[in-house]
């Protein structure tokens, strides 16, 4: 039965915890991947194995991988889910540097890792995906055809962060890529089960 309650508005202030809050849920889960040599998909993914080759810092990368995604964003979203995707990337890429500074993994378990890095990553896209916000790239095509196609954004992304993680075989080993692709399908079953098209009424 459809629900007959009235839709209310997201605040600034609700819009900005949830900004702050789902991205620091994805630092963590992005760190615990790492921490595990476990790779991911979406421009997450592409600054992972960007930073395997370069060197160069996730947080840095990871901003500088989504600045062409904006474009898209700006003409097929809108002016403010650009703005907020803007400010999440920034946050999320704020995040992944300053982590390090405040905590440090000796050793994990990758099968851990790789279950609460993707239940961690997944939670943090579920609470910015409600807010009409997201990380850029992929979340940004993902996100547009589910509004205008009604697929499922969950699982149009579990296909292409399958894609991208069998990518990274030329420098990830096989039993990582393998742990990886379980922790990329709990992030996007995680989406697929709870960010479904008209459940969710507040804008």
Do not use: C
């Not at 592409?46 to 700006?74: E, Q």
Request: glycine residues 12%; proline residues 3%; aromatic residues 10%.
């Amino acid at each position: 039965m459809q629900s007959t309650l009235p839709v209310s508005q997201h605040s600034l202030f609700d819009d900005a915890q949830a900004l702050v809050t789902g991205t620091l849920l994805i630092s963590l889960g992005v760190n615990l991947l790492g921490t595990a040599n476990l790779i991911t998909g979406g421009t997450v993914g592409i600054a992972i194995l960007l930073k395997y080759f370069t060197g160069v810092s996730f947080g840095k990368l990871f901003f500088l991988v989504n600045l062409p995604f904006y474009i898209l964003a700006y003409k097929k979203m809108g002016r403010v889910f650009t703005l907020k995707t803007f400010l999440s990337v920034g946050l999320l890429s704020a995040w992944s540097e300053l982590l390090p500074l405040v905590f440090k993994i000796g050793a994990v378990n990758p099968f851990y890792s790789a279950v609460m890095g993707g239940l961690l990553a997944g939670v943090g896209l579920l609470i910015l995906f409600r807010h009409r916000a997201s990380l850029g790239g992929v979340n940004v095509l993902v996100l547009f055809l589910q509004e205008r196609m009604g697929w499922r954004a969950g699982y149009m992304q579990l296909t292409i962060d399958g894609a991208i993680v069998l990518l990274s075989l030329a420098i990830v080993p096989l039993d990582r890529i393998a742990i990886s692709l379980l922790g990329a399908a709990v992030l996007n079953l995680t989406l697929a089960i709870n960010h479904v098209p008209g459940r969710y009424g507040a804008a």
